[in-house]
């Protein structure tokens, strides 16, 4: 075996950043070995990866630790969920599966079929899916975790330009006047972006940096301007701020009137949120968003950043539009340090949006409900004209309902962990119990999601197959193998295919390795926005790290690291659309007997469902326990001290969680992560508590905010009956508006 390196990118974050993994014996050097004593690759940043520069935060600096912890290793089988899993050979469970998906054919049709990907997954599993889902099953019922991620930030994108695709790049963070942050937090979250933005913020005093979010997160500690605004309120503080800009004038009208479409509409929107109002609503005061709205004026190159806190809203296509909105009023887009930049959640969420990755998507940046794509597709494919349905499938969450409903007769989730990600939690378990036939493709065992399969499948991860990640700035990374997968384990995608070919598609998967695949996915991109026909793995290896757009007619050096330079958009008249949206708050804003608003995240060392977080020592050393953070005043009323245990009801679940007592959360709301559950804490889930209201844009669930009550917990940890009912009723009492408590009275 080569002691040399090998260039790879970290699958956590969307940051994409560039690794070097050595084999754990070097000549002349001792066995590099993890806190067993076991052989362990040694992992460092990638000083030429263009995105990271050799920067790693703990979570990719410790990635190898994971590898050989908790593997699945060969494929399990079992005739229900009461049984235990047996051992089964690939061919047993690669039958069961193809005679459950004819089954269900021959009973529910197509549309009984669904599959529930994953960012994880490289740009060829992702592709091999949609071509056997949606062409030659006929069925668009894949939709990946990015719904949970990502989807109100691509409908935002499409919706305001014509296209999904951010428009900005890493260089951008050190080239702007102004960085506008809103509902992310890029320190714990996006760390390596975060600090190529503040290095070079420390290093320009003249350089604003905004942070928006209802807790002072270690990124808000950085702003020169922190608005710690109620959770709900992000459109009025936009339209806000929007109000401001045209009151005094700073408006781009030449681009206005060239560029885009929609701004009466708009403009007559915005007058109904003078700062008195929004400032109210918002929770902060007038001259703090004076003084957001003059950064942003007075700026010539402003770049706004968002996540998950924009995202996962019930509102969230028409927050990130009306923060798009910004970006059009004033010209901010197509030049260095400007325009509207969403932080992918996931390694390869932006390789799953150009392969086609979510059920009102299809590869190439293409939609479902387009007859003209569906065409190009079917044909591209060798597919009967109509074979491609042109209903939008179902949504990760109506996959869920579906299986309420019976509609559903084959689920089949790989790469993620829906019993712990989903909202409305228990829900979500009672509906997996009712699934009649469920396939688990995954690394690790065991985990959640597995107690509800009926087939369980191993999988290569990371640093076991070939594939291509794209991260949030359109950078394409090659991802080579550099170690043999354990026991029998295979990549997605050559599952996939095999399933395909087993079906009768066989002329539709004839690959032999990654590096076809590839070559086949990029041809379909050819003059679309993402175009890629130039890349190829080769190219990648010869190369290194590329962003796209490259179409192979463009000589590298070239391509343009910005979208939209020439101020033409790929809509029907070449215009960006402005949204006109009034706010409408929270899906379930809090109440007397509800009185808090719990907002949920990611901690900087974990990654979502603790899959491979939770089996790593130093990062369980960091992050041991949940908690719940509450502000001191809260706590005061409630008798709440630090490390104290608190119950924590919504209208659909229960948690329990040790207090944290912080300034850093706003009063009225509370914050737990959303990392740990059944398996690795006892009433400890998050999304115990939230609710599945969603965008009616992008469908993409509100889990960023619902309502729930606090009941502190005697020092055993329980609570009488009546002792329950009596603590409800006092904290209702104690946070209600008095016109309540005269009501009740």
Not at 557 to 566: E, F, G, S, V
């Amino acid at each position: 075996m080569s002691t040399q390196p090998t260039k790879t990118l970290c699958p956590y974050c969307g940051v994409g950043c560039g690794l070097e993994v050595s084999p754990p014996a070097q000549p002349g050097k001792a066995t590099h070995r993890d806190s067993e004593g076991k052989p362990m690759w040694k992992v460092q940043g990638d000083r030429t990866h263009p995105s990271s520069q050799g920067m790693v935060c703990v979570k990719g600096a410790t990635i190898a630790e994971a590898l050989d912890k908790d593997r699945l290793k060969y494929p399990m089988v079992r005739a229900s969920l009461d049984e235990p899993f047996r051992r089964a050979t690939w061919e047993e469970a690669l039958t069961l599966i193809v005679d459950r998906i004819q089954t269900v054919q021959s009973t529910l049709g197509s549309e009984g079929i669904c599959m529930y990907g994953s960012g994880q997954f490289q740009t060829e599993d992702y592709y091999i899916a949609q071509k056997l889902m949606k062409g030659c099953l006929g069925t668009n019922n894949f939709d990946a975790n990015s719904r949970l991620c990502m989807s109100s930030a691509v409908a935002g994108y499409i919706q305001s330009f014509g296209s999904d695709g951010p428009p900005t790049c890493y260089d951008d963070l050190e080239q702007t006047d102004c960085a506008f942050l809103i509902g992310t937090n890029a320190a714990e979250c996006h760390p390596i972006a975060f600090n190529r933005l503040r290095k070079y913020h420390k290093k320009n005093k003249n350089v604003k940096l905004i942070v928006v979010d209802p807790r002072r997160t270690t990124t808000a500690e950085a702003a020169d301007l922190y608005l710690g605004i109620r959770p709900g309120t992000d459109i009025d503080l936009l339209n806000g701020i929007a109000y401001l800009l045209m009151q005094w004038g700073h408006l781009n009208t030449v681009f206005i009137d060239e560029c885009t479409s929609g701004f009466p509409e708009y403009a007559e929107v915005i007058r109904h949120y003078p700062p008195q109002i929004v400032a109210e609503r918002c929770g902060i005061r007038i001259d703090e968003l004076e003084t957001a709205a003059r950064y942003w004026a007075e700026s010539e190159r402003v770049l706004s950043l968002w996540s998950m806190g924009m995202n996962q809203s019930s509102e969230g296509t028409a927050k990130v539009r009306s923060l798009i909105n910004l970006h059009l009023m004033t010209a901010q887009i197509g030049k260095p340090g400007a325009g509207p930049f969403s932080l992918t959640g996931q390694p390869n969420a932006m390789g799953g949006r150009e392969a086609g990755g979510l059920a009102n998507l299809l590869p190439g940046y293409r939609l479902v409900k387009n007859p003209e794509h569906r065409r190009d597709i079917e044909q591209f494919w060798g597919l009967p004209e109509g074979r491609i349905a042109p209903e939008v499938g179902l949504t990760a969450w109506e996959m869920i309902t579906g299986l309420e409903t019976g509609n559903v007769g084959l689920l089949w989730v790989a790469a993620t962990n829906p019993a712990v990600s989903m909202p409305d939690i228990e829900r979500t378990k009672a509906a997996l119990r009712r699934s009649p036939f469920t396939v688990y493709q995954d690394a690790y065992y065991p985990t959640e999601t597995a107690a509800y399969a009926h087939v369980l499948l191993p999988a290569a991860q990371w640093g076991e197959k070939t594939g291509a990640m794209t991260n949030s700035e359109r950078v394409v990374t090659l991802c080579p193998a550099f170690r043999d997968p354990p026991g029998q384990a295979k990549p997605d995608w050559e599952i996939f295919a095999e399933v395909g070919r087993r079906l009768g598609f066989a002329e539709q998967f004839p690959f032999e390795n990654s590096a076809q695949v590839y070559a086949e996915f990029v041809q379909i991109t050819r003059d679309r926005v993402c175009d890629m026909t130039g890349l190829s793995h080769d190219r990648l290896a010869e190369q290194g790290p590329t962003q796209w757009p490259c179409p192979a007619a463009q000589p590298l050096p070239q391509i343009n690291k910005r979208l939209y330079t020439d101020w033409r958009f790929p809509t029907p008249d070449g215009r960006a659309r402005f949204g006109a949206h009034h706010a409408k708050g929270l899906a379930e804003p809090p109440d007397p007997n509800y009185p808090f608003v719990l907002t949920t995240g990611r901690l900087y060392g974990h990654w979502h469902t603790l899959t491979r977080t939770g089996r790593i020592d130093k990062i369980v050393k960091m992050h041991p326990n949940p908690f719940i953070e509450i502000h001191p005043r809260d706590a005061k009323k409630l008798d709440i001290v630090e490390g104290m245990r608190i119950e924590v009801r919504s209208r659909r679940g229960i948690a329990r969680f040790p207090a944290k007592v912080t300034q850093a959360i706003a009063p009225g709301t509370v914050f737990v992560p959303m990392h740990w559950g059944a398996l690795w804490g006892d009433q400890t889930e998050a999304n115990a508590l939230t609710h599945p209201e969603a965008c009616p844009s992008s469908l993409q669930p509100e889990l960023k905010a619902c309502a729930v009550q606090l009941i502190p917990l005697p020092e055993d940890g329980t609570l009488s009956e009546t002792e329950t009912i009596e603590q409800s009723d006092s904290i209702a009492i104690a946070f209600a508006p008095r016109s309540a408590i005269a009501t009740r009275s």
